[in-house]
């Protein structure tokens, strides 16, 4: 089974107290299962929803091991560079039994900013049970969508993706339910289809004239523990327009962002790819998310064709705040809106390979 171990030694970035779960009150969790963007979702069940559970279980754009290639191998080829904290599905259903079993006691076992390990005990895998409940994939590129990876999932897990994702997902005959994500039209509940529980929904945040792609957009997960008014995770690999999350701003019922998954680097092959912290930024200006956690900045081992003429270029946080700073008050903009001076303003933070975030 999995064991949940708290690091030595914290980061800098990471809060010195730390922060029990309390049972009564449960918040959702974060994990980060590799070093670039696959993430382990685990969401409260209101205590009005009679369950053996504890969470529901959402697993975000699965690539654990193995590599990756786009187009063909010899234009890009990726691997891994650290080895992902969950080597399978196995070990992830393996951590959302420990964590369950975790949040059961009293006190609670679980610890915001703890990493989290994995191994093989005396304790089977209780089969008895699915651990996921449901599966995100962002974008058709296998770097989101890994064959391998995503057929270890037992096929009754429903599967929620991009357009063109979710036709090739279709393709291989194994999911019982592929859907796609719909995007989202200022209500969060209308994104609460079957099989999702009605507190829950998932929806797709991008300009209505996208194009099928999707590439600059956003996945966000909104839920609620009781009432209208909801609570969601905004999850943008790639980075996402600030005008095109202004319908989450100004959503009915409203939502309060907890967390904002938005990377730090800028990269560009010749098109801009991800776009950095610069506009993580103005994202989080508009939304003011509880964290601003970074996300797909692996700087992966690969080769191909694309490496040669990929631009990659990291901006800190501090660099995004003082060139936002002269932006702004060349545009005349001055003290108006929101500004960011300290990095403790951004709500950022860093969230390691393994690693179990509380989102307040």
């Not at 679980?110 to 409940?133: C, F, N, P, W, Y």
Request: net charge negative; glycine share 6%.
């Amino acid at each position: 089974m999995a064991s949940i171990a708290a690091k030595d030694n914290e980061s800098p970035t990471q809060p010195q107290s730390k922060t029990h779960i309390n049972t009564l009150t449960r918040r959702p969790l974060l994990i980060h299962l590799n070093a670039d963007t696959t993430w382990l979702l685990s969401l409260p069940i209101p205590p009005s929803q009679p369950s053996i559970r504890l969470y529901n279980h959402i697993l975000i754009d699965p690539w654990l091991r193995g590599g990756q290639s786009d187009v063909a191998r010899f234009f890009s080829r990726q691997w891994h560079a650290t080895p992902s904290a969950c080597q399978s599905i196995d070990d992830i259903e393996s951590i959302i039994q420990a964590i369950e079993a975790a949040a059961a006691e009293d006190p609670p076992g679980l610890v915001d900013g703890e990493l989290l390990s994995t191994r093989q005990d005396s304790h089977a895998l209780d089969k008895s049970m699915d651990s996921i409940d449901a599966v995100i994939v962002s974008h058709e590129f296998t770097d989101h969508m890994h064959k391998d990876t995503l057929m270890e999932i037992p096929p009754q897990v429903p599967i929620f993706a991009s357009t063109k994702a979710a036709d090739i997902i279709r393709s291989w005959k194994r999911f019982h339910t592929v859907l796609e994500i719909p995007r989202f039209e200022g209500d969060w509940r209308k994104s609460s289809v079957s099989p999702l529980p009605e507190w829950l929904g998932i929806s797709r945040v991008a300009y209505a004239g996208a194009d099928m792609l999707y590439y600059h957009s956003a996945v966000m997960i909104a839920f609620s523990s009781g009432g209208q008014e909801g609570e969601a995770v905004i999850y943008t690999p790639h980075g996402i327009s600030p005008d095109d999350v202004t319908p989450v701003a100004e959503a009915k019922p409203k939502l309060r962002t907890l967390a904002l998954l938005h990377g730090l680097q800028d990269i560009k092959l010749g098109a801009q790819l991800n776009m950095g912290a610069h506009n993580g930024l103005k994202v989080q200006r508009l939304l003011r998310a509880g964290h601003w956690i970074g996300t797909h900045d692996e700087v992966k081992n690969g080769g191909g064709i694309v490496s040669w003429f990929l631009n990659r270029k990291m901006i800190s946080l501090q660099e995004a705040i003082e060139r936002d700073k002269i932006e702004r008050e060349a545009d005349g903009r001055g003290s108006k809106g929101t500004k960011f001076v300290s990095l403790a303003d951004l709500r950022s933070r860093e969230v390691e390979n393994g690693q179990l975030v509380i989102l307040e």
